[in-house]
């Protein structure tokens, strides 16, 4: 079946590093891809998505590519900031007609000031 | 525009009870989707309803229900609970067009603790 692999957490970086936090999937089919937020007590945001080889997601500072090739969705951001503290997940949809996420198992990011 | 809202937020029940867990999605989201988040197997999907129908279903034990009603509000249930079943149930809403790249609004969660 679908599956997502995100790299193993936790990360803690000092403010204004570079971030990046790999994901690779495997899909039967076409998937579409996503990066989750999830803040302290929180549900999931949507950080960015992308729905077809080569496109690129953004959204505050954070960036990610849909390779197909490599079957990746890497997430990344060139100056983080303590406020970026969270879980990150990357997450695939590949069920056209129903709504259905398969999540990777989240990466921690502590940013430190 | 209000957010998907579910409740309780907190429940702690024994072994051997049952629970029921409320989602309201967004207005005009006709899709609900639920999720189990746990430390050790990350976040894996319950099931989706669409229209008081359910359209897709996860790998749980028939102890996990749901149902949806007209006004596309959502509940869970789990009876006969167990000590793993102590985990973040997340739902989230999304229109429902089956489109693989639709966003999903996802709630606060009900944190489930079974003693």
């Known amino acids: 079946g679908d599956s997502v692999t995100q790299m193993e957490g936790p990360v803690t970086l000092s403010e204004e590093a570079f971030l990046t936090i790999n994901c690779t999937y495997t899909?039967?089919?076409?998937?579409?891809l996503f990066w989750y937020v999830q803040y302290p007590g929180e549900g999931l945001q949507l950080l960015l998505k992308?729905?077809?080889?080569?496109d690129k997601g953004s959204n505050k500072g954070f960036e990610a590519t849909y390779r197909k090739e490599t079957t990746s969705f890497h997430l990344e951001k060139g100056s983080v900031q303590v406020s970026d503290s969270a879980v990150y997940f990357c997450?695939?949809?590949?069920?056209?007609?129903?709504?259905?996420?398969?999540f990777g198992q989240g990466t921690r990011l502590t940013i430190n000031p | 525009k209000a957010g998907v809202t579910q409740t309780p937020r907190y429940l702690i029940k024994t072994r051997g009870q049952q629970v029921t867990l409320s989602c309201s999605p967004i207005?005009?989201?006709?899709?609900v989707s639920w999720y189990q988040q746990t430390p050790g197997q990350g976040l894996q999907f319950l099931f989706e309803?669409?229209?008081?129908?359910?359209?897709n279903k996860g790998n749980f034990p028939g102890r996990f229900s749901g149902r949806q009603f007209s006004n596309s509000r959502s509940e869970m249930n789990v009876s006969t609970l167990e000590l793993g079943d102590s985990a973040l149930y997340l739902c989230?809403?999304?229109?429902?067009?089956?489109?693989?790249?639709?966003?999903?609004?996802f709630g606060q969660g009900t944190r489930l603790t079974v003693v």
């Open positions: 989230a809403s999304t229109l429902g067009s089956g489109n693989k790249g639709t966003e999903a609004f």
């Open positions: 207005s005009g989201h006709r899709s």
């Open positions: 309803y669409f229209s008081e129908t359910q359209r």
């Open positions: 997450a695939l949809s590949d069920y056209q007609g129903a709504q259905k996420l398969v």
């Open positions: 899909a039967t089919g076409y998937p579409s």
């Open positions: 992308a729905t077809k080889a080569d």
